[in-house]
């Protein structure tokens, strides 16, 4: 085993998915799962080279060299074998997707990795099921299953994993057992059990598969193209704010709120602060603007907040469907992957969902060509104030955040972005700065 976490060390870091950018791992084996599929197993490791450690899930397979698929060798391992990343060997993804479909065990060993059906399942699952990994995914990987005489179904095997539910998995299921046709349909999940650094046995979700869409796009190239054709965007913004007050109000029946005392304001007020201080020291042209920051999340502290409550923590057009059957769709309820798993399962402002969405409209005038950016910017107000027109109406007067609260669940948005954009993509660190400074705009 220490030879195969010796090649993991030199592949992950080739990997998408994988968030230490800029680190060589450093790996210790937590669990392995040995598969009902030939010479096949999934691997939990714990990367130390970032704080707090992270919990990676890597399934691996041993194939002949010429079965394996460019970008999936992981190195030698004898016999003339190799290693192989296993989402794209046809034994992994036939089990993975008989444990979404219909459950049941999948593993040999006594630390568990199981398989739960959350629809109408099958009897049997049928073998063979054409699979494609999805490129371009940042922090996961998924995997469209099309069964012959089905609807496909596609499946998001969690790349960096936590004991306990995850989010997407949680909130979403709860969401299409209650009816609701703006997210997916629930189709099945993995969980598997392992000893935590404590010492402490503990189960999390390994995958979660849901109903795929067919040739639908997202909201995020939709909105682009009404931009760049400078087509009026005003009533599908709309209709967006609506399908999202209603996923508030459903997750508010659902999941229990909480009161915003004292304590509650304190503690997301130390949140927004977390955030800014490592900005601060990540993005140095903030530092103008901290002492206006500061005074913008006062304001918002000082002002009546509703309850808070689960919320989806990271919606912005990109996790959007338009769908021909259920209008807009959201997707991936995972949260912030910046944001500690803690803070993504608690219950928090709903206001911080529509700040999300603001921001990926604004997003829109930083990723059209325009010569005169006076255009795309009013497109990108009339689709805000409609988005917002769209939500107020149907999440009611008492649901409704005060004007403060909204600016600043902007502001701590933006200098996510900050943050996000310096490590990742600093050509569009442009976008957010200009944003903090509308949001909170240096005295003359």
Known sequence: ?????DLLTVWMPRQRWYGTKGRDPRLTLVAEWELLAPRTRVLLVRDEAVTPAALYQVPV???????????????????????????????FTDLLFRLVSVGGAGSETESGFVGLALSSAPATAPSDIPARVLSG???NTSIIFRPEGAEPVICKLFRQVNAGVNPDVELQSALAAGGATFVPAAIGEVRGTWTAA?????????AFAQEFFEG????WRVALQAATDADDFSEPARALGESVARMHVALARTF???APDDAVRSAVAAAWERRLGIAVAEVPALAPYVDRIHQVYAEAVAAPWPPLQRVHGDLHLGQVLYT?????VLLDFEGEPLRPISERRSPDLAVRDVAGMLRSFDYVSGAVADDDGAAVRAWVIAAQQAFLDGYAETVGPEHTAPDALLAACELDKAVYEAIYETRNRPDWIGIPLAAIGRLAPLPD
């Open 1 to 5: 085993m220490g030879d195969l976490l």
């Open 61 to 91: 397979s041993q194939r002949e060299p010429d079965a394996v698929l460019p970008g999936s060798l992981i190195g030698p391992a004898g016999d003339g074998l190799v290693w192989s990343d296993a989402v794209t060997d046809p034994t």
């Open 137 to 139: 995914e940042q922090s």
């Open 198 to 206: 404590s010492g402490e046995t503990v189960t999390g979700s390994l």
């Open 216 to 219: 639908v796009e997202d909201a």
């Open 256 to 258: 229990p709120t909480v």
């Open 324 to 328: 021909p059957s259920n209008g807009w």
